[in-house]
């Protein structure tokens, strides 16, 4: 039983202290679990599906998007053990596809817990944590994550990097699979103040649009991600 919570940085509101639920508004966020179909490892049964009424639900326990969560081995850090798709709510809570808290079917046992989403760079806990049927708390807004700089860190709160359009464990704002081209090309490429909706990887603040210019866009949360002055710069992803 895993008590989980994090912030993704695209949808998070400085102002509100809390992350934004547009897709969910704009009826965006698709029923059933998209991980799979994007490549994402598996293991077990995997297609979760949430019900529609989850989707009524407005305020801080809003849905915000899909995440995945992974439990890896402790002696192999890059070992999937299981893997569980569920959603995450605007207040940072990572909840199972039917809105209960997430149970996942594997021995009780240390485990290293790893979140990962469509867009973002995903993260792991530094240590392995013992998991049992109490509900265990793993807390990625403050936990001491794998890696060097696996989050955006502001004051005492992280956030999981934004702007991984390119799912290739990285982000870059130029190139060769720069993600920022990505945004471009999802426009049409040609251009740049067109503006397109959906549920899309290069939708980076995750408000339903893909934009590349103009108050909001998609490009800028790239640029500001890997630095925001040096646009050859890179963030790499912390996961083994």
């Known amino acids: 039983l895993l008590d989980l919570k994090a912030y993704l940085d695209g949808p998070y509101v400085e102002n509100d202290g809390l992350m934004h639920d547009s897709l969910r508004v704009n009826g965006l966020i698709p029923l059933n679990e998209p991980y799979a179909a994007l490549g994402f490892p598996q293991v077990g049964l995997?297609?979760?599906s949430i019900a529609p009424a989850l989707l009524v639900t407005t305020?801080?326990?809003a849905v915000v998007d899909w995440?995945?969560?992974?439990?890896?081995?402790?002696?192999?850090?890059?070992?999937?053990?299981?893997t569980q798709s569920g959603i995450i709510t605007r207040s940072g809570q990572v909840l199972s596809a039917s809105g209960t808290p997430m149970r996942i079917g594997v021995p009780m046992?240390?485990?290293?817990?790893?979140?990962?989403?469509?867009n973002h760079l995903g993260v792991m806990t530094a240590s392995p944590i013992t998991l049992n049927?109490?509900?265990t708390t793993v807390d990625f807004r403050s936990t001491t994550t794998w890696g060097t700089a696996a989050q955006r860190i502001n004051g005492s709160t992280a956030r999981m990097w934004s702007g991984e359009v390119v799912r290739d464990g990285v982000v870059l704002y130029t190139g060769g699979n720069n993600d920022r081209d990505r945004v471009l090309q999802e426009i049409g490429g040609t251009v740049p103040t067109n503006v397109?909706?959906?549920y899309l990887p290069s939708d980076v603040n995750m408000d339903g649009l893909v934009k590349y210019t103009g108050g909001g866009n998609?490009?800028?949360?790239?640029?500001?991600?890997?630095?925001?002055t040096v646009p050859t710069s890179a963030r790499a992803e912390q996961l083994p």
């Open 109 to 118: 046992g240390n485990y290293h817990v790893v979140l990962r989403h469509r």
């Open 59 to 61: 305020g801080n326990n």
């Open 133 to 135: 049927t109490t509900a």
């Open 67 to 82: 995440v995945r969560v992974e439990l890896r081995s402790t002696s192999s850090p890059s070992t999937i053990i299981a």
């Open 46 to 48: 995997g297609g979760e």
């Open 218 to 228: 998609d490009r800028d949360p790239i640029l500001a991600n890997i630095g925001g």
């Open 196 to 198: 397109v909706e959906g």
